[in-house]
Every structure is written in C-alpha cells, then in structure tokens.
C-alpha cells in the first residue's frame, strides 16, 4: 500500500526557510503521479502549494512566487518542500500528497521568534 | 484562479436526513473533487471527478453538477458522516480548495 510521510522541523523563525521532507512507501515517485504540497492554515483553509512530477518537472501555486521549491532524490523515494522567507502566516500543517488520493497524516509548522 | 465558495459553512442534520452541501465556481470548472476531514486526520478524496465514489464511500453519498454549480448530496444522514467537506477543482492549476463545510449531527 502506497504511504506517505513529512517530517521536518515544527518550529522555524521568521525570514528563513522551512523545509519538509515527505518520504514515500509502497511507490516509486518515478512510475507516476504528482506528487503535491498541499497546507492547511488554521482556521481550516485547504491550499494547494505545488507538485514534482514523476518526470521531475514541477508546476507551482503562483501565490508563493518565488518562495517555493520542490526537488526530489529518487534513490530515496523523497520529495522535499523549501520555503524561503517565512513569516508568521506560513503557519500550518503541511502535507503531501500522491495525486489526490493518497496523502500523509501532516506535520504541524510553526513560524515564530 | 478559480475561487470555490461552499455553502452552507456549517450545518447540522438529524440521523436519517438528507443533506446538500454545494460548491460554486467563479469560473466553468470541468470536475470537482470532494473531500471529507475528520478533527486530527488528513483530508480524504471521498467524490472524485464529480460523481464517482472513492473506495470504501457509503452508497448514500452522490455527487453532481457541471458548469460552475457542483453540490454533494447524502440521502439519510448517520452519525459517521459528521466532518467537514471541502470540494477541489481540478480543471486548471492552480488547483483550489472550497471554504469546507462542518457537518454536525443533531
């Protein structure tokens, strides 16, 4: 069964980068899909932050502009999440995803001084 | 990018109840996914491309819709079905999440 799961720092400080890793199981993040950050902020809103495909091209929400970076390394099966420049609204849970389907349980990030 | 507003935001229906949840579009939207979220759990694809029930989904649940207008419909409520439901577009990236809507039992 295909699983997925973040991990990263839960505590980052304001102007730096977060950076997630999502480790994947039971799937080779070449053989296909997308694979996707998704954050939920408090309060509940849902936003789709971007994908890596499984040919290793990537499409991102235009909202984070340049902040945002998706890689992988395939010996791994990971896909990693950068966010540069963080401010107090980049607090939320992050998860990834495999297309829509299969997501991780989430890992709570917390932008503070 | 297409904003979706869900209504109502919050609801509550008694066992054996039908509720509607709908999904407006501010633009035409081919499909619309839908999905359920229980407190401290990661959202679930529960009705994907409009009207096709995930694996494991009680028949009771339906979908449908076109154009800008989509709604998820449960025939008889049960107390299992109290969450929160969000629909998603996947027409065009980037891809964009409704308000969601908490469902309560009475």
């Known amino acids: 069964d295909v699983q997925l799961q973040e991990s990263g720092p839960g505590l980052v400080k304001p102007s730096q980068s977060l950076s997630l890793t999502c480790s994947v199981t039971?799937?080779?993040?070449?053989?296909?899909?997308?694979w996707n950050w998704i954050r939920q902020f408090p309060g509940n809103k849902l936003e789709w932050m971007g994908y890596i495909s499984y040919d290793g091209s990537n499409n991102y929400n235009p909202s984070l502009k340049n902040r945002i970076s998706i890689t992988r390394d395939t010996s791994k099966n990971q896909f990693f999440l950068k966010l540069n420049s963080v401010t107090t609204e980049d607090t939320a849970t992050y998860y990834c995803?495999?297309?829509?389907?299969?997501w991780g349980q989430g890992t709570l990030v917390t932008v503070s001084a | 990018q297409i904003v979706l507003t869900q209504s109502p935001a919050i609801m509550s229906a008694s066992p054996g109840e039908k509720v509607t949840i709908t999904c407006s579009a501010s633009?035409?939207?081919?499909?619309m996914h839908w999905f359920q979220q229980k407190p401290g759990t990661s959202p679930k694809l529960w009705i994907y491309s409009t009207s096709n029930l995930a694996s494991g989904v009680p028949a009771r649940f339906s979908g449908s819709g076109s154009g800008t207008s989509y709604s998820l419909t449960i025939s008889r409520m049960e107390a299992e079905d109290a969450a929160t439901y969000y629909c998603q577009q996947r027409s065009s990236y980037p891809r964009t999440f409704g308000g969601g809507t908490k469902l309560e039992i009475k």
């Open positions: 995803a495999r297309g829509e389907n299969y």
């Open positions: 039971g799937y080779s993040i070449t053989s296909g899909y997308y």
């Open positions: 633009s035409s939207v081919s499909y």
